[in-house]
């Protein structure tokens, strides 16, 4: 049972345009929400992240998204740069404090 | 501050061997989770310890088992390895009450 789901496996944008990357979950419980970006060889670091109680989260040229009714979110990033291409995973927990729940990943490639 | 380091970086076993993996976490960190990265199912949960108890625990097979030191330091064993059993290894480890992860680089396992 995929709790929180990325739908698009790839993603190919063109360098100084916007990147959106979409994710959507099924656990009403989550209220905290979590972007991760992945390089190969390397773990997962920690982006931006968004509680329930905000609809927005916005850090440099990040802005991640929330929209509870649809129980959907999406990471935003202005203007991508080639740094930018790499699997981008978003993530869920309930209270901060439960085991954190992870898409399958979006792999991001940005193109010249 | 040192980040999380995991050893072996590379491993190859055979069918029915046993394997044991190291996490040590970033200082003051209490938390370690472990996650098992494939590419067809991303990021999935194994457990995560904390006072070396186990608080949380994903839908893996009873071969798969942990445990964590006083110093909170992780392993992760898996015994009668199987060949799906190939893949990159995570360990993440956070201070509790807290939502970011930081992961290590991963432990390369290849079941032959």
């Known amino acids: 049972d995929q709790q929180v789901k990325q739908n698009s496996p790839s993603l190919s944008v063109q360098e100084g345009r916007i990147s959106i990357l979409n994710c959507d979950y099924t656990n009403s419980m989550f209220d905290y929400f979590l972007w991760y970006k992945k390089y190969p060889a390397e773990g997962p670091t920690f982006l931006i992240s968004i509680s329930s109680i905000k609809d927005k989260n916005e850090d440099g040229r990040f802005t991640v998204f929330l929209n509870k009714s649809a129980k959907h979110l999406s990471l935003h990033i202005v203007p991508s740069q080639p740094g930018d291409s790499a699997v981008y995973f978003c993530?869920?927990?309930?209270?901060?404090?439960?085991?954190?729940?992870f898409g399958k990943g979006t792999r991001l490639h940005i193109l010249p | 501050k040192a980040g999380v380091t995991q050893t072996p970086r590379y491993l190859i076993k055979t069918r029915g061997q046993q394997v044991t993996l190291s996490c040590s976490p970033i200082s003051g960190h209490r938390s370690v989770s472990w996650y098992q990265q494939t590419p067809g199912q991303g990021l999935q949960f194994l457990f995560e310890y904390f006072s070396e108890t186990q608080r949380n625990k994903g839908n893996f097979p009873g071969r798969f088992s942990g445990r964590q030191f006083s110093n909170s330091r992780s392993e992760m064993n898996v015994s009668t390895l199987e060949l799906g059993d190939s893949a990159l290894y995570l360990c993440?480890?956070?201070?509790?009450?807290?939502?970011?992860?930081?992961f290590g680089p991963g432990t390369r396992l290849t079941v032959l």
């Open positions: 993530a869920a927990t309930r209270n901060r404090d439960d085991k954190i729940i």
């Open positions: 993440a480890s956070r201070r509790l009450y807290t939502d970011t992860q930081y």
